[in-house]
């Protein structure tokens, strides 16, 4: 089975990501750790490597050839922004999370035990770059509400949910979707 899970940052992508490998017994991989990493060879900040990025867009070409050639070799999640778009003939499910940018930024803030000002102007930079970037590179609209209703077979608002309310409702759609 070949899992994406997609949403902004701060939606509990990676969280759930993990935890649903975990419960199903198959690999987890997250482009956005991956991207993390890269910055952090790069001896940047995420917002300098965020710009970057914007002028190198073999970085992206890379990161998304990495999770199509992952993705073809079956059992695995695969967490990414773009992972329900770049795996949409590939995937077996595509999940998207949702969650208000507020929250999401106040998730991120306590997890890197960071200012959630510095991390709103962080997360505001770097999703205006990517809504950007993944327009002009690949002509997706991350801000398409039409496009992905009609993409994701489950869409989730994360905002009033445990990680485990979220985990047993995927869960639970994976064993009706089977």
Do not use: W
């Not at 992952?70 to 990414?80: L, R, T, V």
Request: hydrophobic share 35%; glycine share 4%; net charge negative.
């Amino acid at each position: 089975m070949i899992i994406a899970i997609s949403g902004l940052h701060g939606t509990g992508k990676s969280t759930i990501a993990r935890l649903l490998a975990e419960r199903l017994g198959i690999v987890y991989y997250s482009t956005g750790q991956a991207f993390r990493d890269l910055a952090k060879e790069k001896n940047m900040s995420l917002e300098e490597y965020t710009n970057y990025v914007e002028v190198h867009p073999d970085i992206d070409n890379e990161l998304d050839n990495k999770v199509v050639n992952m993705a073809k070799k079956g059992n695995i999640i695969i967490d990414s922004q773009l992972s329900g778009y770049i795996l949409k003939s590939i995937a077996d499910f595509r999940i998207h999370l949702t969650c208000p940018l507020e929250l999401r930024v106040k998730r991120m803030s306590e997890r890197e035990k960071t200012s959630f000002e510095e991390k709103l102007k962080e997360t505001t930079l770097r999703e205006k770059s990517e809504l950007e970037r993944f327009k002009k590179l690949y002509d997706i609209d991350l801000s398409d509400k039409n496009s992905i209703n009609e993409l994701f077979d489950l869409i989730i608002n994360t905002e009033n949910f445990s990680i485990e309310e979220v985990l047993e409702k995927i869960l639970s759609e994976l064993k009706n979707f089977s």
